[in-house]
């Protein structure tokens, strides 16, 4: 680990200035401590956010909700407000990490947290993310878990949060604050395909500061569920999941909102999926043909390469 200063934010305003200064910010530190201690990364100063005012969960105008960004995974997974309204919600923070790493990890660092590719790790690898420019081994190397939808030549890895695809899904925003004051980015523009410029994965401004995600209002009834598969049933990574919100009346669906995990490089809506469903009524027939929209082309494995 390389070494580091450490200096404590007593407010937001000092949090953003110590962060436009180049700090980084950390609270639970479940991904980047793991990450300086294999030198992947090797910031010089870090910013202690934790005892920030940004831990509150509200209700807001006309049926929404508001995740103070420093909440952890498992207080707003066991939240009475969230569990009510938007399931899909508690189910994907339940099925994440370990119970010892939900009470520790935040709402902010979950969304935030960088991907678990094997090669983005191993720093003798190329990794156009890690090391811009150096090229991508998963390219010709071990693909099993990396992305098949938004990749680019430059890269392929897959975006590992499992609470950010039932954000995706339910057009949930991130509020920032920062040196320019206030601003909300919709989820879908948050996390960043990886393009020419994987090494940016977040459309944040330096000093910006997360401080809450918000659920916009949504139709009522909403039944809402989250969907994991994976090796085993404790502590992994998604080889697929699926965050579903429906809203129905008279038996017929009237909105649907569909999101993967697992599969690409950032969560990744389905809108095929949605249309496919709106105005029939559930049967299993209806879930097997919009599963069938899922992906626009068929893929097929060229040796260890996807293509199609």
């Keep these: 680990m390389h070494p580091f200063s450490l200096v404590k934010a007593d407010s937001t305003g000092a949090a953003i200035e110590a962060g436009r200064r180049g700090g980084r910010f950390i609270a639970g530190g479940t991904t980047l401590v793991d990450l300086m201690r294999e030198t992947v990364e090797g910031p010089e100063r870090l910013v202690d956010i934790g005892g920030l005012p940004l831990r509150e969960i509200t209700a807001t105008p006309g049926g929404g909700l508001r995740i103070g960004a420093l909440t952890r995974m498992a207080e707003a997974a066991a939240n009475s407000r969230v569990r009510v309204m938007f399931p899909v919600v508690s189910q994907a923070l339940e099925l994440s990490a370990s119970a010892q790493l939900r009470n520790m990890a935040t709402i902010s660092g979950n969304i935030m947290q960088r991907t678990r590719c094997t090669y983005f790790r ?7 993310k890690r090391r811009p420019g150096s090229g991508c081994a998963a390219r010709d190397g071990h693909n099993r878990m990396h992305a098949i939808l938004g990749a680019s030549e430059h890269c392929a890895a897959t975006h590992p949060s499992d609470v950010a695809v039932a954000f995706a899904a339910l057009e949930a925003r991130v509020r920032l604050l920062g040196p320019d004051g206030e601003r909300v980015v919709p989820f879908a523009g948050f996390l960043l395909e990886p393009g020419a410029t994987p090494d940016r ?11 809450a995600v918000e ?12 969907l994991k598969v994976r090796d085993r049933q404790s502590y992994e990574f998604a080889l697929t999941s699926a965050a579903v919100a429906l809203h129905m009346r008279g038996g017929v669906i009237r909105t649907a909102k569909v999101a993967a995990g697992g599969v690409g490089t950032v969560p990744w809506r389905l809108p095929a999926v949605e249309r496919e469903l709106l105005g029939e009524r559930p049967s299993p027939e209806l879930w097997a043909r919009a599963a069938g929209r899922a992906a626009p082309v068929r893929w097929r494995t060229t040796g260890s390469r996807w293509s199609c």
């Design 122 to 128: 191993d720093v003798s690898a190329d990794c156009n």
């Design 201 to 211: 994965e977040q459309a944040i401004r330096p000093g910006e500061l997360i401080t």
């Design 215 to 226: 659920i916009p209002p949504l139709p009522r009834p909403l039944r809402s569920g989250y």
